[in-house]
């Protein structure tokens, strides 16, 4: 882990196993009904980037970097995979139930205030107010 004061640099194996490095990109969070709602995004995030991006190759990793500004949480959160095609940035939920995919995205931007991609989508940035 990279650290300064007000950002930190986090590496975790593309795995599923995140209960304990959700925790940590956490730490900041004082409230907790703030760290439940961030703690659901970033799961849905983290899980995406496993699943999706890395397509759970456990060679690969996730890289997450964590910046606190006096008004702002930020995580930004990369894989090494493609990145994900501009249509399927959604933020509305898909329309039918038993779809395989959507919903998590749909709920990342439920629980954040700013959602952004980077160009080749394979980065999220995901942003809440203080």
């Not at 849905?44 to 949480?73: C, D, M, Q, Y």
């Not at 749909?106 to 080749?120: A, G, N, T």
């Amino acid at each position: 882990m990279e650290n300064s004061k007000n950002w930190a640099v986090f590496i975790h194996p593309s795995t599923l196993k995140l209960s304990a490095f959700i925790e940590t990109l956490l730490e900041p969070v004082i409230c907790k009904e703030t760290a439940k709602k961030i703690e659901l995004g970033l799961h849905e995030a983290l899980v995406n980037a496993v699943v999706h991006g890395n397509l759970s190759n456990p060679k690969k990793v996730i890289r997450v970097r964590r910046i606190l500004t006096p008004n702002w949480f930020v995580w930004q959160i990369q894989d090494e995979g493609l990145g994900i095609v501009k249509n399927k940035r959604l933020s509305s939920l898909p329309l039918k139930i038993d779809v395989d995919s959507g919903r998590g995205i749909y709920l990342i931007h439920k629980c954040f205030d700013d959602v952004r991609w980077s160009r080749k989508g394979n980065r999220l940035q995901l942003s809440l107010k203080k």
